[in-house]
């Protein structure tokens, strides 16, 4: 394995356990101690991680941002149970707006089968995604590419989004809090996310259970009437209740396999 793929997985690792021992990684990856160290103290250069006697932890960081193929890796069951109740919002016929989140990327993969969609996002990966779809007319925002998140953005890109009204925005985010709002970790990819719920009539936050109760760098939005939070599981009674006290439709998976609103 070189030695970028295995800093990756590492960080994979990272984002869901929240630390890790030089001993194991060096046993799971069968190389020397002293080249995880190395690998760590890469990470730790970049603002990944805080090294630990012994091992290392997740950076605190509010304005850090993984790679996307990292983001990619995490949570990923939740993503895909998202996406799938996102699909059952998403008609036939509809302009929607997709953002750069790895989420919307499994959201992209769900509505593959659609006759009459048009799809306008900033995620190269999206636009690869859906590439051979002859049922999805797919617009791309243009701009400068942003290679870590594997997005276009920039002012181009906002002026271009600002020309089209959509049906429906599918947003994600880093952070959700009663107090803060909805959060982000990167302030030019926040710019972008909110052009796309100016334009759309309705925004879709598809919100992972993890994300709750967090608050990252930049504030993105706050919620609005009408708007609709797609989630992995059901929410704490607290949470539906200011949801439920600010007009927010919410669809949470439950293991019955039923959609609850």
């Known amino acids: 394995m070189l030695a970028i793929e295995r800093k990756s997985e590492i960080l994979a690792i990272l984002q869901r356990e929240k630390s890790v021992l030089v001993a194991e990684l060096s046993q799971k990856y069968n190389v020397t101690e002293e080249t995880i160290r190395r690998d760590l103290d890469k990470l730790e250069k970049e603002g990944y991680v805080k090294k630990t006697y012994g091992g290392a932890v997740l950076s605190k960081n ?137 334009c759309a009539k309705t925004t879709i936050w598809a919100i992972d259970s993890t994300k709750f109760d967090n608050v990252s760098f930049v504030q993105l939005a706050k919620f609005q009437k009408g708007d609709i939070v797609v989630t992995d599981k059901p929410l704490e009674q607290r949470w539906q209740e200011f949801f439920q006290d600010h007009a927010i439709q919410v669809v949470a998976y439950r293991k019955s396999d039923k959609v609850i609103d």
């Open 62 to 198: 509010t304005s850090m941002e993984m790679p996307f193929k990292v983001r990619a890796k995490t949570n990923k069951q939740e993503k895909q149970t998202i996406a799938r109740l996102v699909q059952g919002t998403i008609e036939e016929g509809e302009s929607i707006m997709l953002d750069s989140s790895t989420t919307s990327l499994m959201v992209a993969r769900n509505l593959k089968q659609y006759k009459n969609l048009t799809v306008i996002t900033n995620s190269v990966e999206i636009l690869l995604e859906l590439s051979d779809c002859k049922g999805i007319k797919v617009i791309s925002t243009g701009g400068e590419l942003r290679d870590s998140a594997l997005s276009l953005g920039g002012r181009q890109a906002e002026q271009m989004l600002e020309r089209y009204n959509v049906d429906k925005a599918v947003l994600s985010c880093k952070g959700v809090s009663m107090e803060k709002g909805i959060t982000d970790s990167n302030e030019p990819e926040a710019h972008i996310k909110g052009t796309m719920r100016e």
